[in-house]
């Protein structure tokens, strides 16, 4: 069983910053693309930020400059830094994950998700 254990949300105000992780456990053989989507209420899931395992990175048009992606391979964890958060950065953050269980067996995990509100 893989699984994919989020935190570092919780309610900021405009300006402020905020740091996500997310780790996975489980039995891994090895983990290809780990990113950050987000979910506004009445919105579609939208993609934040993507890290390859090699550290190329890309993010949405929206938090450039903002945010960075960042993952450490050893500890299977990866990072959102969230700085001059906005009150339209509000949603609930997901963690993906590309998981390799064995050489040939590939699928993508979701966390459980963590709720980031922005507001005064």
């Known amino acids: 069983q893989v699984q994919l254990v989020e935190s570092g949300g919780g309610l900021v105000q405009p300006g402020g910053s905020l740091r996500l992780s997310c780790a996975a456990h489980?039995?891994?053989?090895?983990?290809?693309?780990m990113g950050w989507y987000r979910q506004a209420p009445g919105k579609q899931r939208e993609l934040v930020a993507r890290?390859?395992?090699?550290?190329?990175?890309n993010y949405a048009d929206s938090v450039k400059g903002r945010f960075t992606i960042s993952r450490d391979n050893a500890k299977k964890t990866v990072f959102l830094q969230m700085n001059s958060l906005k009150t339209e950065d509000t949603a609930v953050y997901y963690c993906?994950?590309?998981?390799?269980?064995?050489?040939?067996?590939?699928?993508?995990?979701w966390g459980q998700g963590t709720q980031v509100t922005v507001s005064s």
């Open positions: 993906n994950a590309q998981i390799l269980r064995t050489a040939r067996e590939i699928r993508a995990y």
């Open positions: 890290i390859t395992s090699a550290g190329s990175t």
């Open positions: 489980g039995i891994i053989f090895s983990i290809n693309d």
